[in-house]
């Protein structure tokens, strides 16, 4: 198996030539099997033959998670009997998606983590502990088993949370990287301290970061992975990744932004009106599955806002690298005439070292406009922390929402709901 896949270096002209050709044998797999796509084709009369280039996908129109939900059914491709996992999406932003993956499905999901995790320096004989859960349908967490196994790596499969347990393994089977949301990293490294824990003597070297941003647009860190590396000076990776499109985009050594893979998924970099922006700009990452057997997307538009990078990288690889979600499409927030995403208002609360939980939750009042409220828990006293707060709020976004400091008890629980894959840190009630 090949970890560092040669067309990933190839010239940029033979990638686009590589992926023409996968999507033609992509196009000839859903004219065939894929009840949805059967009929929008016939509907918008489309004509498999006319798409020839990449460019000609704006010949098709666009999937969107709607679809997905309303003809689920109509998007699998094979038969009951042939599916081997179900998984389902996280359902951010409505009911949740389900997903069957064949045989083939399954080595495809462990060959794309197998090289993103090859990309962010992962080897053969390296201890890996996952932080993640395994279970509940998610796809991730047996995707990153199961590239691990395939790249020769040995696993810890020791799920989330409970510090004293991670510690425990870490002390006991000495992993040289970590996979867990990073924020998690905070509450280990808290109780390292109150412990008196040798932690920054640990074997682990890395962790490669999931669920939460820990760059800035230009590739900096963020105030997340800066309070991190402050306290422990190990290796962050981002990395980025859904159930729609079972691949995964990496950080290599060198840290700017998560390396495309051709071979895996087409993408697109779309505007409001599903035109491609110009280079440079954040548009609506739109993508195409390759390879995929079971439920394969085309033109899915993934709700998230990026920007694609297109210099070549000092590892080699010549494909595009996606910079950091800069927020979900339909969780843009429009206050007092900023435009705001959950990110933003993030990156600040994570300034707070104080802060012991928080929960963003935005609203429409009665007269229909969005409002913002910050809960938080903190140790301070309430009033002067509020003040300090906003006062942070408006240097920073010029804008002041509403802060209400809750008790940690009450709010940890919401936050860290047990029926939830990730902490619950942003709720949309619009």
Excluded at 323 to 345: C, E, F, H, S
Aim: charged share 25%.
């Amino acid at each position: 198996m090949e970890f560092y896949p040669s067309i990933e270096k190839s010239d940029v002209q033979e990638i686009k030539k590589f992926q023409e050709s996968k999507l033609k044998e992509l196009l000839i797999y859903l004219e065939n099997n894929s009840p949805f796509y059967q009929k929008l084709f016939k509907e918008k009369n489309i004509s498999i033959d006319a798409v020839q280039s990449l460019e000609d996908l704006q010949k098709i129109p666009t999937t969107t998670k709607d679809d997905l939900q309303q003809y689920n059914q109509d998007f699998f491709c094979i038969p009951n009997d042939k599916i081997v996992d179900y998984s389902t999406t996280s359902g951010t932003l409505g009911d949740p998606v389900t997903f069957g993956l064949s045989d083939a499905d399954l080595e495809r999901l462990a060959y794309n983590e197998a090289i993103s995790f090859a990309c962010a320096g992962i080897q053969k004989g390296d201890v890996v502990q996952m932080i993640t859960t395994i279970d509940k349908r998610f796809m991730a967490g047996l995707a990153y088993f199961l590239g691990l196994r395939k790249m020769g790596a040995s696993v810890v499969r020791m799920g989330p949370g409970i510090p004293e347990l991670q510690w425990d393994s870490i002390f006991r089977f000495k992993p040289k990287y970590l996979i867990t949301v990073p924020s998690f990293l905070l509450k280990m490294i808290d109780y390292a301290e109150k412990h008196g824990l040798d932690y920054k003597n640990s074997s682990v070297q890395g962790a490669v970061c999931i669920g939460e941003s820990i760059k800035n647009q230009d590739f900096t860190d963020n105030i997340l992975s800066e309070k991190i590396k402050e306290k422990w000076n190990i290796k962050l990776f981002s990395t980025y990744a859904s159930t729609e499109m079972s691949t995964a985009f990496t950080e290599c050594e060198f840290q700017i932004g998560g390396h495309h893979h051709p071979e895996l998924i087409i993408t697109e970099i779309l505007d409001d009106n599903e035109n491609p922006v110009q280079e440079g700009q954040s548009g609506e990452l739109t993508i195409t599955t390759l390879g995929v057997e079971a439920v394969p997307l085309l033109r899915f538009k993934t709700g998230d806002i990026v920007k694609a990078h297109y210099e070549p990288c000092r590892c080699g690889r010549n494909t595009m690298r996606l910079g950091p979600v800069v927020g979900r499409k339909q969780q843009m927030i429009k206050y007092k005439g900023t435009t705001l995403y959950p990110p933003a208002m993030t990156d600040i609360l994570n300034d707070f070292n104080n802060i012991a939980c928080y929960q963003i939750v935005i609203q429409s009042n009665e007269i229909g406009l969005d409002e913002i409220i910050i809960k938080v828990s903190t140790e301070k006293e309430s009033e002067n922390f509020v003040n300090e707060v906003r006062d942070h709020f408006r240097a920073k976004l010029r804008v002041s929402p509403k802060i209400e400091v809750i008790d940690f008890e009450t709010l940890s629980k919401a936050v860290y709901n047990p029926v939830s894959r990730k902490p619950l840190t942003f709720i949309d009630l619009r």
